[in-house]
């Protein structure tokens, strides 16, 4: 299984970006897809998750500026980003899993990672 992440890049505050990852070798429809980000000296923190169907699940602090969605024909994933703040600076992860409702916020419950994308904000 592998997973391509793509569309970082540096941008400035209040712009937009469209983070797409592509997965092969896993039959896409069936799993959870997950976006997670890691900050300089921060822990690794949940963005965003979309279910086999079409559920979405966006964490707190971007729920008003991040939309997850997925296209299962092209086996891709998109996290879109507005209104970009210099907080968002951070590799972005996505991985694809197993995950059940109550831990797909949780990077335990995926198995496989793509190799991240770096999002720099500046102000």
């Known amino acids: 299984v592998q997973l391509q992440a793509s569309g970082g890049g540096l941008v400035q505050a209040g712009d937009s970006l469209r983070l797409s990852c592509a997965i092969s070798g896993r039959r896409f429809s069936s799993y959870t897809m997950g976006w997670f980000r890691q900050a300089p000296g921060k822990e690794r923190e949940f963005v965003a998750a979309?279910?086999?169907?079409?559920?979405?699940y966006v964490a707190d602090s971007v729920k008003s500026r991040f939309t997850v969605s997925r296209d299962n024909p092209k086996n891709t994933m998109y996290l879109q980003m507005n209104s970009l703040k210099p907080e968002d600076t951070a590799v972005y992860y996505c991985?694809?899993?197993?995950?059940?409702?109550?831990?797909?916020?949780?990077?335990?419950?995926?198995?496989?990672w793509g190799q991240g994308t770096l999002v720099t904000v500046s102000s």
């Open positions: 979309i279910r086999r169907g079409t559920n979405t």
């Open positions: 991985a694809t899993g197993n995950a059940i409702l109550s831990s797909m916020m949780t990077s335990r419950a995926y198995d496989y």
